[in-house]
């Protein structure tokens, strides 16, 4: 996936001999990625997505930027010679746009540790800021490698951490946030029980497993009954530890998920010494 995404990083740097000037995001990840790399004044707007302290790690830099709401018609008034979009979301604002002659590039979501650094250089030949860009997914990969678990101990050896979410979703090591939970020194437990890719898990396998850390959101204001799974009596005779993460640590798949593999980690130690 490497390979593709920095392929279409370089075919979107050829076609541009200039760096863009007005650019907008549409999307609260490459809302992120945009402010990480932009030039002073190369960024107009960002998505208000920004600025949710539940779902960005970079509230306090959103405050410096205007933000739209991801509709054409606002996008068009920006008169942005390039827009920045998730693979995803915006749909009709990105036909729209590019059928009003406006350079659009879409970034697809972040699904293994790899795609962070594929995304950030990609991000960079997008806004001709590749020295920059090159710098962050160098330090990226060079904190991953001082922690990496190929020097804590083979995978059949670690703990077992189990995420568990909304109507009992729990991931997989095959998706970003395992591989966040691997590099960390555990391994997962939908995995152990046949869901590499993650999906639902009955409360009772959860209780009958026993994982050695269960990782769950910080709760929120409000109230769904998607989330009654997370309160349920039973969780109390569960014996390993447990970690509050929200998912703005890692949804994004931005490079501040080295925070999260690190705080993972962290607590891998403090169990291990218990």
């Known amino acids: 996936m490497t390979v593709a995404l920095l392929s279409g990083a370089a075919g979107f740097a050829g076609e541009s001999a200039t760096a863009p000037a007005r650019v907008v995001s549409v999307n609260l990840c490459t809302d992120q990625l ?5 030039a002073p004044g190369q960024l107009v707007s960002i998505t208000a997505y920004s600025r949710d302290p539940n779902s960005s790690v970079m509230v306090a830099e959103a405050e410096s ?11 068009y008034l920006l008169n942005p010679d390039l827009v920045v ?45 590749e020295e920059e860009a090159r710098e962050i997914a160098d330090d990226f990969a060079r904190r991953l490698s001082d922690i990496s678990p190929a020097q804590i101990r ?3 050896e670690r703990p077992t951490a189990a995420t568990y979410a909304a109507n009992g979703y729990s991931t997989g090591a095959e998706s970003l946030a395992g591989e966040i939970i691997d590099a960390a020194g555990f391994h997962t ?49 569960l014996t390993g530890g447990h970690m509050a993460m929200q998912d703005r640590d890692w949804v994004c798949g931005l490079p501040a998920v080295i925070g999260a593999v690190e705080r993972l980690r962290e607590e891998r130690e403090r169990l291990e010494t218990q």
């Open 154 to 156: 083979p995978t059949e």
């Open 85 to 129: 979009a998730g693979q995803y979301t915006a749909r009709a604002t990105v036909s729209m746009l590019r059928r009003l002659g406006i350079e659009v590039v879409e970034f697809a979501p972040a699904r293994s540790l790899d795609d962070i650094e594929a995304n950030v250089l990609k991000m960079g030949a997008a806004l001709g800021r």
């Open 65 to 75: 930027y205007p933000v739209n709401h991801g509709q054409a018609e606002e996008i």
């Open 189 to 237: 437990l939908a995995t152990e029980l046949g869901l590499p890719h993650g999906g639902f898990l009955p409360l009772e396998a959860l209780i009958m497993a026993d994982p050695d850390l269960v990782i769950s959101g910080r709760g929120q204001a409000g109230y769904a009954r998607a989330e009654e799974v997370l309160h349920h009596p039973a969780l109390t005779q």
């Open 34 to 38: 945009a402010m990480m790399l932009a």
